[in-house]
């Protein structure tokens, strides 16, 4: 798959059944926004394609229910792993607040010998620091799971918007003349999807390199889920053809001018006397 600034190039690989004669292939399930201009099917020379159809099915919707069920699924795990979290962090916040002040009212009202002192600097000092350690990780967890909970709201949010989109149905009739398998690639342009770059600076110090991490962002809202595919990000434009154009020759030649009626008359005359001056 190659992804552009704007559209994408999908291909699909099958393989025809063995079986001789005229038949009609059908590709459903697909992207409801493929530019029908575009699609081109090819083989391997051992059947010929009479022809090549695109339709919208308006009928059969693209299916989303299992894929949404499992993000609804992860959308409750997440949020219940932020209450729990919550919980804990209040637990602990709770808990560091009682250290401090027992910290401060211990002590008070008898006196305490250099060894004793110690000891119970230590022990409070320790309890304090693992108390903020286990905070400040349970606020980082927090934040993970508030990340992974916003990624599936937005990808529910994308299903649940193109759950009523129709499917692109792609009928290809083809007259194969050999009774064994054959490879077929069906390759379109589809619409909504785009890709766009970002970096990544890193500076660390003056005694190492500044790293430059080049990303590239993609965007699809096709209809059809892209998993497991390998993806080639492209400046080129889509629209426009990778052919050489061909250009027209320009000839030279030499320009005349045309006279005005005074410097006719003129050239006229002159041209009388020349005349009248040879036959003298």
């Known amino acids: 798959m190659i992804v552009y600034q704007s559209g994408a190039q999908v291909s699909r690989k ?48 693209l299916e989303r229910s299992a894929t949404m069920q499992k993000l609804a699924d992860s959308i409750v795990f997440f949020t219940r792993k932020i209450e729990d979290t919550d ?31 110690k000891a119970m600097s230590d022990y409070y000092g320790e309890s304090l ?15 993970d799971f508030e990340d992974l909970l916003n990624k599936y709201n937005n990808e529910l949010n994308n299903l649940r918007n193109n759950q009523e989109l129709p499917s692109g149905i792609i009928e290809i009739t083809i007259d194969k003349q050999s009774s064994l398998k054959a490879p077929l690639t069906v390759t379109y342009l589809v619409e909504n999807a785009s890709w766009y770059v970002s970096y990544d600076i890193r500076y660390t110090g003056t005694n190492t390199p500044l790293s430059i991490a080049y990303k590239g962002n993609v965007r699809q809202q096709t209809g ?8 080639v990000l492209s400046t080129a ?28 008359g003129k050239a006229a005359s002159l041209g009388w006397l020349l005349q009248a001056l040879e036959i003298k």
């Open 14 to 61: 099958a393989t025809i059944a063995p079986e001789k004669g005229k038949f009609t292939l059908r590709l459903t399930k697909l992207s409801p926004y493929i530019n029908e201009n575009t699609i081109r099917v090819e083989g391997d020379g051992s059947f010929t394609i009479l022809n090549v159809q695109y339709q919208t099915d308006y009928v059969n919707s």
């Open 87 to 117: 919980v804990r962090i209040k637990t602990l916040t709770e808990q560091l607040e009682f250290l401090k002040v027992n910290q401060s009212v211990s002590g008070k009202n008898e006196a305490l010998d250099l060894a004793a002192f």
């Open 129 to 143: 620091r693992k108390t903020n350690t286990e905070i400040l990780a349970q606020k980082r967890n927090r934040k």
């Open 224 to 231: 059809v889920d892209w998993k497991n595919v390998p993806v």
């Open 237 to 264: 434009q889509s629209h426009i053809s990778g052919q050489i154009p061909e250009l027209s020759p320009w000839s030279l030649s030499y320009y005349f001018p045309e006279l005005s009626y005074a410097r006719q």
